[in-house]
T-cell receptor, first 108, second 113 residues
Framework: EDKVVQSPLSLVVHEGDTVTLNCSYEVTNFRSLLWYKQEKKAPTFLFML????IEKKSGRLSSILDKKELFSILNITATQTGDSAIYLC????????FGKGTLLTVNP | DAEITQSPRHKITETGRQVTLACHQTWNHNNMFWYRQDLGHGLRLIHY???????NKGEVSDGYSVSRSNTEDLPLTLESAASSQTSVYFC????????????FGAGTRLSVL
């Protein structure tokens, strides 16, 4: 059975802090690791990672994959209140298996 | 703009009733997926389809069915709704060229009383 585990499950920080969200996976015939951000409604796509060691960046967000250790991290620097959301990690083998998500709360 | 829409956005029904949730996408994506999201469980895959007439069971398919008669639509049917099926349901789709990247609808909140 495919499994994705995210940690921590929830996190409260102050604006300006840097946070690291963790994702470990055991997915048969693994193809890629995806990160999504979910605010009030639909999850929105952030990153897809397929190769180890290559960092993907978008503004203050970055992510990297370690296919040997079956692990990915999502970093957010200089957090803002608008970063408050659930961050979902999913392992893909043509279909996605998601972790339970990390609820990030950024306080002013 | 191409998009994926779900209807209704909110639904209240009684146990034992048949309920159908609609999902319609205008991206011409081959792949479509249904998930449910519950506190403490994250997103769990119910059913998915890789094309017309193709359907497959996901992790939590008991009590649900889907059919795919065209590219745009994948309706989800609860044959006899149970209180355990109270949840938020998300539909998603992905293109053949980028099969791993799924795009989600806004969700349907279903309450079974």
């Amino acid at each position: 059975e495919d499994k994705v585990v995210q940690s921590p499950l929830s996190l409260v920080v102050h604006e300006g802090d840097t946070v690291t969200l963790n994702c470990s996976y055991e997915v048969t015939n693994f193809r890629s690791l995806l990160w999504y951000k979910q605010e009030k409604k639909a999850p929105t796509f952030l990153f897809m990672l397929t190769s180890s060691g290559i960092e993907k960046k978008s503004g203050r967000l970055s992510s990297i994959l370690d296919k040997k250790e079956l692990f990915s991290i999502l970093n957010i620097t200089a957090t803002q209140t608008g970063d408050s959301a659930i961050y979902l990690c999913g392992g893909s083998n043509y279909k996605l298996t998601f972790g339970k998500g990390t609820l990030l709360t950024v306080n002013p | 703009d191409a998009e994926i829409t779900q209807s209704p956005r909110h639904k209240i029904t009684e146990t034992g009733r048949q309920v159908t949730l609609a999902c319609h996408q205008t991206w011409n994506h081959n792949n479509m997926f249904w998930y449910r999201q519950d506190l403490g469980h994250g997103l769990r895959l119910i059913h998915y389809s890789y094309g017309v007439q193709d359907t497959n069971k996901g992790e939590v398919s008991d009590g649900y069915s889907v059919s795919r008669s065209n590219t745009e639509d994948l309706p989800l049917t609860l044959e006899s709704a149970a209180s355990s099926q109270t949840s938020v349901y998300f539909c998603a789709s992905s293109a053949q060229a980028e099969v791993d990247i799924q795009y989600f609808g806004a969700g349907t909140r279903l309450s079974v009383l």
